[in-house]
C-alpha cells in the first residue's frame, strides 16, 4: 500500500476495468477512512452515451414502464445532444441498494475517478443517511418495485390495450406532485412480493363477489336528510380535507376498475419516492461536490493522482460550481452544486478556523475542529430548506451577493428587501430558504369534499398563498384528468389561504 | 465493489417509449410532415425532418403556479450596487419581470416541440397517406447492370489490360535493386575507351580494363532484362452487378387554368413518390420540369407548381420540348430516362395524333418507363381526349401506362400498380 501510494495509480485518459477497481479503493480508503462517510454498497456500471440517453429519458430510472412521455423527452434529449446544444451528465447515481452508478464509457480516467468520488461516495452517503430518504424511500426494494412496475403496466396493456392504460398513466402523472403524503408519519414500507399478492386478492375477490343478480336490483331512493346525514357520515370515513390527491382518488374514485387503481398507485409510489430529491437539490449536489473535491485534492497529496489530472479536475470541478450572476447571460436560477458545495466548503472552515462573526452566528460548531462530524449531522438530519436556515453564513452570502427582491403585481417597481449586509443576512437567509421549501413552491391542492352518494361531485380547494392563482390553462387541462379518474364532475375552488375568501372557481366534467 | 460492463446492453431501451410518442403525435405530425411537403422540393423528400409540432396530443399539464399576479420573492446572486429599499422598474411589458416565474423542469410550459424525425419515421407518415403496403417498399424492381470495376492489379492478364505505368515502375526497381547498367553509362564506356584508342600511343592497359568492364556491363545487360515477367502487372477489373447510376425524370404538367391548386398537389404528390422511388435506385437522379399551356417551356420547380398561365392546352408541344432536351442532354446511352405527365385530360382534339406519334417513335423507345397521370377532382364516367388517345398506346407498349387519380389516397395504389407492372414486363 505504501509503495502503491507513491505511484499515480493513472497516467494518461485511457481507462480499464482494473484500473477502475484499484481506484475505486484507494477512493473508498479516503472516504469511507478518513472522512468517515457510511455507504451502500457500490454497483458501478459502465454504459455508453446512447444507453445515457436511454437512461436520462426514464427519470434516470434502471428500468421503468413504457409511457409515451419518456420518449418525448427522449425525443428531445436526442436533438439537444446531437445539435451539441446539451452535454450528457457524467454519471447518473440512483438511490437503491446496492447503489448503482452508471459512468459513461467516453469519460476520461481522470473523470472516471471524479465521478466515482461524486456518486459511489457523496451521493451514495447521503441517500443512506438522510433522513428524508431513510423515511421516505426504500433503497433495497425500489429496483425491485420497478419491475414490478413495468410488468404490471405491460400485462395491462396487452389486456385492455395502449389507449386506455395510456389514459389514465397519463392523469395520473398529471397528479404527480399531487401524489405525495407530506405529513403523514411513517408509511407502512412496501414490499414488491405483497404488493403483487394484494393486487391479485383484489383481482381474486371481484370475481368472488360478481353475482349478475345485484344488477337487477333497483334503487330504493332515499329522503333529503337522510342524504345529507351520510354525506356527513362519508366525509369523516374519507377523512378529508385530503392533500394527496392520487391516493384519495386511487382509495375512493366511484368509477376506476381495479387495474386502474393499481397504476395511480404505481405513479403514486414513484411520487414518494422522488419526493425527497426534490427536497435536498442543494444538499445531495453540495455532498457530493464536497466529497469529491476533499478526495481528489486528498489523492493528489498522497501522490496517486497527477497534475495533470488535477488540472483537468479543476477544470471540470470549476465548470460545476460556476454560479453567474442573476443579469448575466447563462444565469438560470441558483446553481445547487454551487450553493451547496460553498456552504459546506464554509462549514468545514467555521469549524476549523472561525471568525469572530462565526462564533456569534454559529456558537454551537464554530471552532469544534470536527468539520466532518458537523457535516456528517448536517447531511443525516436536514433537507435543504432547513439546511440553509441554519448552515447559510454571512461569509457565503457576501461571496454569493445574495439580495431579496420583492415583486408584487399590484406595484410598478420591484423592490430590494434586503442586501447581504448585517441588516439584511437574517432576511435573506429566511428568504432563500423559503425558497427551497417544496411545500411552498408547489401550489396547495387539497381534496376537501366529496359527495359518494349524490350528485358524485369532488371539490378540490388550492389555498392561495401570497395571491399566487393557478395557471389557469394548465389547471384546466389536468383537471380534465382529474375528471377522468373521478369519473363525475370536479370542482376546484382557489380561496385565500388567510383568509378563505373565494377568488376563482373551475368546474369540468369527464368527456364521455 | 461491483463493476459491470453495460455496454453490451441492448441499445434503444427507448424505443418502445419513442413509438409511443410517435403514436400519439402522429395527428400533430402529419399536420407537420404537410406543412414541410408544401415547403419542400420533390427533391428533398427523402431528408429527416426537424418537425415543430404544436404539442396539443403531448401535452402534460399540471397544476402549477400562474406567472403573474401575486407577490413574490426572490432570492437572487450577484448583486452590485443594490442596497436595501431601491426600486427597479419592471420591464415593460412583462409581467412578473424576475425570471423566478419560470415553468417547471419539465418543461411543460412550452408551446412548440421541436423534434428531429428520422428518416424512415418521415416516410412512414409520408407513405402512410399513400397507404403504402410496407412490403412493397423493397420489391420495386432493381435495374441491375453489371459493369466493370476496377479492382486492383493482377500479375497476369491479356496484353491489352496491361498496366504499363505499374510495370515499369516495377522493372525500374528490380533494375536499381539488380544494378542493371545504364544505357548512357555504356555510351560514356564506349566514349572513354574511343578516346583512349584514338591517343598516341594508346594506354592498352587501360583500354583492356575498361574494355573488360564493358564486356562485363553487356553481359549483365543481357542477363537482366529490361522488363522481366515478373513486372508485369495488368489491370484487373470485377463485374459489379450495380444499377446504373443515374436517372432523369421528366415531370410534365399541365398548366392551364384548368388545374387547379389540387389537382396540381395530387401531381406534386406522384412525383415526389417517383422521386423517391428512383433515388432509392439510382446513385443520381436529375429532375426536368416541363410545363405547357399551349406551348411548353422548361422552368424550375416553384414555377413549376406554383405559376399559373393562361392559354390553350397543346400536350405535344411538352412531348416536342422533352425530345429535345433528350436530345441534346441525356443521351438514352447514358440515362435511364423516365417520364411522368399530368394531365387533367384537356387537349386540343386535333393535337392528340401527333402525341401518340411523338411518344411511340421518339419517346418511348428512349425511355425506360412512361407514365400518364390523370388527375380530376371526381371520378366521373367518360374518357378524356388525352385518355381515349393514349389508351391504344397502352395496349401496344408495355412501358407505358395511365392511370386516374382523383384523391390523395389513391396515389400510392397508382403508383404502386404502375410499377409492379412495370416489374412483371
Known amino acids: ?512 | 465493489m461491483n463493476i459491470v460492463d453495460r455496454r453490451l446492453n441492448p441499445k434503444s431501451k427507448s424505443l418502445g417509449n419513442r413509438q409511443r410518442f410517435v403514436r400519439r403525435a402522429k395527428a400533430d405530425i402529419r399536420d407537420a410532415v404537410k406543412d414541410a411537403l408544401k415547403k419542400r422540393k420533390v427533391t428533398e423528400v427523402e431528408g429527416s425532418e426537424k418537425i415543430t409540432i404544436r404539442s396539443k396530443s403531448v401535452r402534460e399539464p399540471s397544476f402549477n403556479h400562474g406567472r403573474d399576479g401575486g407577490v413574490r420573492d426572490y432570492v437572487l446572486p450577484g448583486n452590485q450596487d443594490y442596497k436595501a429599499g431601491d426600486l427597479i422598474p419592471k420591464p415593460q411589458g412583462g409581467g412578473g419581470g424576475g425570471r423566478g416565474g419560470k415553468a417547471s423542469a419539465d418543461g411543460s410550459g412550452e408551446d412548440d416541440f421541436v423534434f428531429t424525425l428520422s428518416k424512415d419515421e418521415f416516410l412512414e407518415v409520408f407513405f402512410e397517406d399513400l397507404k403504402l403496403p410496407n412490403l412493397v417498399k423493397n420489391r420495386l424492381k432493381d435495374l441491375k447492370n453489371p459493369l466493370p470495376q476496377r479492382a486492383g492489379f493482377t500479375s497476369d492478364g491479356p496484353p491489352a489490360k496491361l498496366a504499363r505505368i505499374r510495370t515499369l515502375r516495377r522493372s525500374l526497381a528490380r533494375r536499381i535493386a539488380l544494378k542493371r547498367p545504364k544505357t548512357e553509362d555504356m555510351a560514356r564506356l564506349e566514349e572513354e575507351i574511343a578516346r583512349h584508342e584514338a591517343e598516341t600511343p594508346p594506354n592498352e592497359v587501360l583500354i583492356a580494363e575498361l574494355k573488360a568492364r564493358l564486356a562485363r556491363m553487356t553481359r549483365m545487360r543481357q542477363t537482366i532484362a529490361y522488363v522481366d515477367p515478373i513486372d508485369l502487372q495488368y489491370n484487373r477489373f470485377d463485374k459489379v452487378a450495380r444499377p446504373t447510376t443515374q436517372a432523369v425524370m421528366f415531370c410534365m404538367m399541365d398548366a392551364s387554368a384548368s388545374m387547379t391548386e389540387n389537382l396540381k398537389e395530387l401531381a406534386k404528390r406522384f412525383f415526389m413518390l417517383l422521386h423517391v422511388f428512383l433515388s432509392r435506385h439510382y446513385k443520381e437522379v436529375h429532375v426536368v420540369f416541363i410545363r405547357h399551356t399551349s406551348t411548353a417551356a422548361e422552368v424550375d420547380e416553384e414555377t413549376f407548381f406554383r405559376g399559373v398561365e393562361t392559354g390553350g392546352t397543346v400536350i405535344s408541344t411538352a412531348l416536342e420540348e422533352m425530345d429535345r432536351i433528350v436530345k441534346e442532354r441525356y443521351s438514352p446511352a447514358d440515362w435511364n430516362i423516365y417520364a411522368a405527365q399530368a394531365s387533367d385530360g384537356d387537349n386540343i382534339p386535333d393535337d392528340m395524333g401527333h402525341c401518340i406519334e411523338l411518344v411511340e417513335n421518339a419517346l418511348l423507345p428512349a425511355s425506360q418507363y412512361f407514365a400518364y397521370i390523370e388527375v380530376s377532382e371526381h371520378s366521373g364516367p367518360g374518357e378524356t381526349i388525352v385518355w381515349h388517345g393514349y389508351s391504344e398506346l397502352a395496349q401496344r407498349h408495355k412501358h407505358f401506362a395511365m392511370r386516374r387519380v382523383t384523391n390523395p389516397g389513391e396515389i400510392f395504389p397508382v403508383f404502386h400498380e404502375l410499377f409492379s407492372s412495370s416489374a412483371s414486363a
Open chain 1, 1 to 512: 500500500m505504501v509503495a502503491l501510494a507513491n505511484k499515480p495509480l493513472f497516467d494518461g485518459p485511457e481507462w480499464n476495468f482494473e484500473l477502475i477497481g484499484r481506484t475505486y479503493d484507494a477512493i473508498e480508503e479516503i472516504g469511507v477512512g478518513e472522512m468517515g462517510l457510511s455507504l451502500y454498497k457500490n454497483q458501478i456500471e459502465v454504459i455508453t452515451a446512447e444507453q445515457m440517453l436511454d437512461a436520462y429519458s426514464s427519470i434516470g430510472m434502471p428500468q421503468m414502464y413504457r409511457h409515451w412521455s419518456f420518449g418525448k423527452r427522449f425525443a428531445r434529449d436526442e436533438m439537444m445532444y446531437k445539435k451539441g446544444a446539451r452535454s450528457l451528465a457524467f454519471e447518473i447515481v440512483i438511490n437503491s441498494d446496492p447503489c448503482i452508478n452508471y459512468i459513461m464509457e467516453e469519460n476520461s480516467m481522470t473523470m472516471q475517478c471524479l465521478v466515482m468520488a461524486h456518486a459511489a461516495m457523496g451521493h451514495n452517503h447521503f441517500f443512506k443517511n438522510n433522513y428524508l430518504f431513510k423515511q421516505w424511500t426504500q433503497a433495497d426494494a425500489i429496483l425491485e418495485y420497478l419491475a414490478f412496475a413495468k410488468r404490471f403496466v405491460a400485462e395491462c396493456e396487452e389486456k385492455v390495450g395502449l389507449g386506455p392504460v395510456e389514459a389514465v398513466l397519463d392523469a395520473a402523472h398529471a397528479l404527480m406532485n399531487q401524489g405525495v403524503s407530506r405529513t403523514a408519519g411513517a408509511r407502512r414500507r412496501f414490499d414488491p412480493r405483497k404488493e403483487r399478492e394484494r393486487e391479485q386478492a383484489r383481482r381474486d375477490y371481484e370475481i368472488e363477489i360478481y353475482n349478475e343478480l345485484w344488477r337487477t336490483l333497483p334503487n330504493a331512493p332515499k329522503k333529503e336528510e337522510e342524504r345529507t346525514d351520510e354525506n356527513r357520515a362519508e366525509q369523516r370515513a374519507l377523512l378529508l380535507p385530503e392533500e394527496n390527491i392520487l391516493y384519495f382518488l386511487e382509495k375512493n374514485a366511484p368509477k376506476l376498475d381495479g387495474w386502474k387503481r393499481e397504476l395511480i398507485r404505481i405513479v403514486r409510489v414513484l411520487s414518494q419516492y422522488f419526493y425527497p430529491q426534490r427536497q435536498t437539490k442543494v444538499m445531495n449536489e453540495g455532498c457530493a461536490t464536497f466529497c469529491h473535491y476533499e478526495i481528489m485534492n486528498r489523492m493528489y497529496e498522497k501522490g496517486q493522482v497527477t497534475e495533470g489530472s488535477m488540472l483537468e479536475f479543476a477544470h471540470m470541478h470549476a465548470a460545476v460550481v460556476y454560479q453567474p450572476g442573476f443579469n448575466e447571460k447563462h444565469y438560470s436560477g441558483l446553481n445547487p452544486y454551487a450553493l451547496g458545495y460553498a456552504m459546506m466548503r464554509d462549514i468545514k472552515r467555521i469549524c476549523l478556523e472561525p471568525s469572530d462573526e462565526d462564533m456569534r452566528w454559529f456558537p454551537d460548531f464554530a471552532g469544534n475542529q470536527d468539520p466532518m462530524g458537523t457535516l456528517r449531522e448536517a447531511w443525516a438530519n436536514y433537507r435543504d430548506e432547513s439546511f440553509i436556515l441554519q448552515f447559510l453564513s454571512p461569509k457565503v452570502m457576501r461571496d454569493f451577493r445574495l439580495f431579496h427582491l420583492k415583486n408584487d403585481a399590484d406595484n410598478p417597481a420591484m423592490r430590494v428587501e434586503a442586501i447581504h449586509d448585517e441588516q439584511g443576512y437574517r432576511k435573506v437567509r429566511r428568504m432563500l430558504a423559503r425558497q427551497y421549501d417544496v411545500s411552498t413552491q408547489d401550489p396547495d391542492i387539497q381534496v376537501t369534499d366529496a359527495d359518494l352518494a349524490g350528485s358524485r361531485r369532488l371539490v378540490l380547494t388550492h389555498f392561495v398563498r401570497d395571491g399566487i392563482l393557478l395557471d389557469k390553462e394548465e389547471c384546466d387541462r389536468t383537471l380534465m384528468h382529474v375528471a377522468r379518474l373521478w369519473g363525475y364532475r370536479v370542482r376546484l375552488v382557489e380561496q385565500d389561504a388567510a383568509t378563505g375568501r373565494k377568488i376563482r372557481e373551475h368546474e369540468t366534467l369527464p368527456l364521455p
